[in-house]
C-alpha cells in the first residue's frame, strides 16, 4: 500500500485555510511585516522561523487578531479578517508562559473556555476528558499546575488551546521553556498530536532544529520578508539564498566568480592559482559572477590522500576538532586562509581516532554537494 504524501499546496484544486494578500504592518516608522503574501493550508504544520525582530510573532498576532494590517488582506477560511474580533476567530493561541491558573485544577484549566462558551455540561465533561486522555494527562486531572512537571504543563497548555476545537492554533516559541531533552520529546508529541486532531498549527519558533522536525513547511524569515517556504529537506538540501543556507544548520559558504563549462555545470573560481570547484546547477550564471558554494560539513569527505575520482578535492591542515560524540567537526585551514568545516561520524573509539590537530588532510565533495547561490 503506498503512502499519500501530504502535499496541499501541489494540488492547484486546494483552497488555503489561510491566505495573506499584500500585507504589511508598520509600527510608526517601522515596516514589521513588507508587503507578504502567503498561503496555509488545513492540517498543516506549519512554522515561522527567523531571528528575533524578523516579524514572525507580528503575523501570528495579526492572525489572532492582537494586531491589524496596516495594507493588504488576511483571510481565514476564505473569510476577511479585517473586522472580526480575536474572540469570534476560530483561532486559539498558546503562549510561551502557558497562563495556566494556578488555583485551578488540571481538569479545571482545561474547562475554563468551554465553561465561557456556556458548553452543556455533559458535553464539557466529555470533552475534558477526552484532551486529558490525548494528552496523557488523565490521572494529573485533579492536582493543580505547580504540582506537575514543566513538560506537564506545556501539555495542559495545549489541550487547554485545543479544547474549544479550534481550525488553526497558533504556538508562541511553545517549548521555550523546557530543557533540551524533554523539548525534544515533547516536539514529537506535538506532532502526534495534530495529526490525531487534524487542526492547522502555526508555531513562531527561533530554534532551527524544532522547525526542522516539526513542520509540514517551514516559512524562513528576514526584515518582514519570508524569504524561502518549502518542506524542510528543500529548505536545507535546496536554500534559495546565502541567507537561507547560512540561517539553517551548518555550512561552508566559498566565494567565487562563476564560469559555465556545460548545460548546467559551473567552474567556481575561488582562490588563485588553485583549481576551481566544479557544481552543478539549474541556475543561469554569466561568465564573472560572483557565485557562492553551499556545503554542509557531513557532505564533505576527508582523508589522508587525494581520493581518485574527486571531482572537487582540494588540500588544507586541521585547525581546530569539535567533539560531539556521535560525530567530529574538523575545521579545515584552506589555502588563502578559508576555513571549512568537515564531519564524520564517531564509529570507533576516540583513542582510535585517523585525524588530529595540524594533520595535513584532503576534503572532497561530489559535484551536486554544494547549493550555488547567487547571492
Excluded at 484544486?13 to 494578500?21: A, G, S, V
Excluded at 456556556?118 to 465533561?125: G, I, L, Q, S, V
Excluded at 514543566?150 to 530543557?179: C, I, M, N, T, Y
Aim: proline share 5%.
Amino acid at each position: 500500500m503506498t503512502q499519500t504524501v501530504f502535499a496541499p499546496w501541489e494540488d492547484p484544486n486546494e483552497t488555503p485555510l489561510i491566505q495573506f494578500k499584500g500585507v504589511t504592518k508598520r509600527f510608526g516608522t517601522f515596516t514589521a511585516i513588507d508587503n507578504l503574501t502567503q498561503d496555509i493550508y488545513a492540517r498543516e504544520f506549519f512554522a515561522l522561523l527567523g531571528p528575533s525582530g524578523c516579524g514572525k510573532t507580528t503575523m501570528m498576532r495579526m492572525l489572532a487578531g492582537f494586531e491589524t494590517p496596516t495594507k493588504g488582506q488576511i483571510l481565514i477560511a476564505g473569510q476577511d479578517m479585517a473586522n472580526v474580533p480575536p474572540n469570534e476567530r476560530a483561532v486559539n493561541m498558546m503562549f510561551q508562559s502557558y497562563a495556566l491558573f494556578p488555583h485551578l485544577s488540571i481538569w479545571e484549566n482545561i474547562a475554563f473556555g468551554l465553561k465561557r462558551m456556556k458548553m452543556p455540561k455533559d458535553e464539557m465533561n466529555a470533552r475534558v476528558d477526552e484532551m486529558l486522555r490525548l494528552t496523557r494527562l488523565s490521572k494529573f486531572a485533579k492536582r493543580k499546575p505547580h504540582q506537575i512537571s514543566g513538560g506537564q504543563r506545556q501539555r495542559v497548555a495545549l489541550a487547554r488551546s485545543l479544547a474549544r476545537a479550534p481550525k488553526l492554533l497558533l504556538l508562541d516559541e511553545p517549548l521555550g521553556a523546557l530543557d533540551k531533552k524533554l523539548r525534544e520529546e515533547t516536539q514529537f508529541e506535538l506532532m502526534d498530536i495534530q495529526e490525531k486532531t487534524g487542526t492547522t498549527f502555526v508555531i513562531v519558533t527561533h530554534d532551527q532544529e524544532e522547525a526542522m522536525t516539526v513542520a509540514s513547511r517551514v516559512a524562513v524569515m528576514d526584515d518582514g520578508k519570508i524569504m524561502q517556504v518549502s518542506t524542510p529537506d528543500k529548505i536545507y538540501e535546496e536554500p534559495n539564498s546565502v541567507y537561507v543556507a547560512d540561517f539553517i544548520g551548518d555550512v561552508n559558504i566559498i566565494e567565487g566568480t562563476a564560469k559555465k563549462t556545460s548545460e548546467d555545470g559551473y567552474d567556481i573560481l575561488w582562490h588563485d592559482g588553485q583549481e576551481p570547484f566544479h557544481a552543478k546547477t539549474t541556475r543561469q550564471l554569466s561568465d564573472g559572477q560572483k557565485a557562492f558554494v553551499a556545503i554542509r560539513p557531513e557532505k564533505i569527505g576527508i582523508s589522508p590522500e587525494k581520493p581518485e575520482g574527486a571531482m572537487n578535492a582540494v588540500k588544507g591542515k586541521i585547525i581546530d576538532i569539535g567533539y560531539l560524540g556521535n560525530i567530529s567537526t574538523y575545521h579545515v585551514e584552506l589555502p588563502g586562509g578559508v576555513m571549512i568545516k568537515a564531519q564524520q561520524t564517531n564509529t570507533r573509539r576516540l583513542s582510535r581516532r585517523t585525524f588530529t590537530w595540524e594533520d595535513e588532510v584532503w576534503l572532497s565533495w561530489t559535484l551536486t554537494a554544494g547549493s550555488v547561490l547567487e547571492r
